[in-house]
């Protein structure tokens, strides 16, 4: 799998040319387009997410990498499609309404990406029937509800409050500076990731 190897030191060092060359590079080799995603996507952003959160690597490279694995799927993403191939899982991300920090989210979203996600991110300043809307239309399992301000948490209950009522089967999991376990569970959401990381995992176990 010299293909995947080269595709992985692409997307760790974040290069967004030799990415998009090394996954061209795979498909003409006849590498199937879904091992490129589990084999070679995957496991790299997986790599930068454990080097992010032992301050091996900081959020510039985070996003960079994040940049590389999009001009990959920018590839692949149209055979993905016509072989019929499902993601990992479906996911709506967000920040709540009030609240205008991203960087947190960008984070969660490229790693999830990077994961094997369908991701649709609702950008910030995202209110209650925004997420209700786009759970219904992408057929979300997981709602991800991001907030860095104290101010902007009761938000992420009243968005819940909004899922609910709207009779929506999704998992509603939350994250941000602020939050915590005990938060969680008292406005009734699934789960909580501490980091962007943990995000992935709790994405996944949630989707099951």
Same mark, same amino acid.
């Given at each position: /799998?010299? @293909?995947?190897? !080269?595709?992985? @030191? ?9 990415? =998009? ?5 795979? &498909? ?17 952003? *997986? ?10 690597? %900081? ?10 694995? $999009? ?12 072989? +019929? ?16 920090? @991203?960087?947190? !989210?960008?984070?969660?979203? =490229? ?36 907030? &860095? &301000? #104290? ?7 009243? #968005? ?8 929506? $089967?999704?998992?509603? /999991?939350? +994250? ?6 005990? %938060? ?12 962007? *990381?943990? =995000?992935?995992?709790? =994405?996944?176990?949630?989707? *099951?």
């Amino acid at each position: /799998m010299a @293909d995947l190897a !080269k595709l992985r @030191d692409a997307v760790i060092s974040g290069n967004e040319k030799a990415a =998009a060359a090394a996954a061209k590079e795979a &498909l003409a080799a006849g590498i199937d387009p879904v091992a490129v995603v589990s084999e070679g996507v995957s496991p790299a952003m *997986a790599e930068v997410g454990r080097r992010f959160e032992c301050g091996e690597a %900081f959020v510039p490279e985070l996003l960079i990498s994040s940049r590389a694995t $999009k001009a990959i799927f920018e590839i692949i993403r149209p055979m993905l499609v016509k072989k +019929g191939a499902q993601p990992v899982g479906r996911v709506v991300v967000g920040t709540v309404q009030g609240d205008l920090h @991203d960087i947190g !989210k960008n984070l969660v979203v =490229a790693l999830l990406e990077g994961g094997g996600f369908e991701v649709t991110d609702l950008g910030v300043n995202v209110p209650p029937e925004k997420f209700v809307q786009a759970a219904r239309e992408k057929n979300a399992a997981v709602v991800g509800l991001s907030a &860095l &301000l #104290t101010t902007t948490m009761p938000a992420m209950k009243t #968005t819940i409050e909004a899922v609910r009522k709207a009779g929506l $089967k999704v998992k509603v /999991m939350i +994250g941000g500076a602020p939050v915590t376990q005990a %938060f969680a569970e008292e406005i009734g959401a699934e789960g909580y990731g501490e980091t962007a *990381a943990a =995000a992935v995992g709790l =994405a996944k176990k949630l989707s *099951a």
